[in-house]
């Protein structure tokens, strides 16, 4: 069977052999009644990491932002965030699904607001109105690029949240990408957030799970609401070991993976119909538009794949390629090959 190049997503990437031993060596217990001790250790190390009271290790993503979501709002409330937010476009409408909660949409710039915008999204107190109830920022965001939201953006919404009587919250799918590149730690970033969500399967390269970081009071929410979302596991350790190796042996490589999408950036420059700017691919997500090409993401996906490589349609003029450890420099050259000869 051909080995193909996957840049679909850095949800992809299998378990190294190295995790795959740490998983198979994991103590366990029933982690429902809160005995699995190694889900116990990787939740105390990522509150730890996000200095928060407490985290809780749930099964996706998205499992951990709408758990977020419904442990901070009632039914009627708004949640203010940006229209191109993973929460509002790409979690199967759970906001309103699940929370019964309706979303005013900002337009941002790569995926980042200005503490302007949010405070003009703030509703008055009147009847007639939704309760803005809470503020989601994406850090980095998916739609964005990959785009790193600046430290002083979060502050400012945070501060300006907390003197109205909002909560924030950061989804953090790729929190650790952010900090790679920016060199803000983690914690930094949390703590202008009341919860954090972070993904492990992702950039990180574990298998499966997310994790909740916020106070005692919160996590005692979001562990009621796990259990009624379905997301309560039994011997759950399997999986938090891979997250515990990931987080102690994959955090430093993230900067290769940032290197080789800036990489991919600059080569794809250099083809004809392709327009990018290099300049904006900050971690491991490049979008680039194939309109001049005269070919669809489509038909240029169909090609690629003919080559070898998996990339993923973005929308029906973008393209989207991400990269994680399982790319290499030599799979990046191959790939920019096959590049050059689809548009050529």
Known sequence: MKTLIDLRSDTVTKPTPAMRKAMAKAEVGDDVYGEDPTVNTLQEKVAGLLGKERAIFVPSGTMANQLSVKSHTQ????????????????????????????????????????????????????????????????????????????????????????????????????????????????????????????????????????????????????????????????QAGILAAAGIYALDHHLERLKLDHDRAKHLALGLSKCPGVSIDPGQVETNIVIFDVTDSGKTPLQVAEAMRGKGVLIHAFGKTQIRLVTHLDISDADVDKTLQAFKQVFR
């Not at 964005?144 to 600046?150: A, L, Q």
């Open 75 to 234: 039914p009627g409330d708004e949640v203010i965030l940006e229209n191109f937010s993973h929460a509002y476009n790409f979690e199967g409408g759970a906001g309103a699904a699940l929370s019964g909660v309706q979303f005013c949409c900002l337009p941002g710039t790569r995926g980042i607001l200005d503490v302007s915008q949010v405070e003009g999204a703030i509703r008055p107190f009147d009847a007639h109105f939704p309760v803005s109830r809470l503020v989601c920022l994406e850090n980095t965001h998916n739609r964005g690029g990959g785009s790193v939201y600046p430290i002083k953006n979060i502050s400012e919404i945070f501060k300006l949240a907390k003197s109205k009587d909002l909560l924030v919250h950061l989804d953090g799918a790729r929190l650790w990408n952010a900090s790679a590149a920016s060199g803000v730690g983690p914690g930094e970033y949390a703590q202008w957030a009341d919860s954090v969500s972070v993904c492990l399967s992702k950039g990180l390269g574990a298998p499966v799970g997310s994790l909740v970081a916020g106070s005692s009071d919160f996590i005692a929410r979001v562990h009621r609401f796990r259990k009624m979302f379905g997301g309560g596991m039994r």
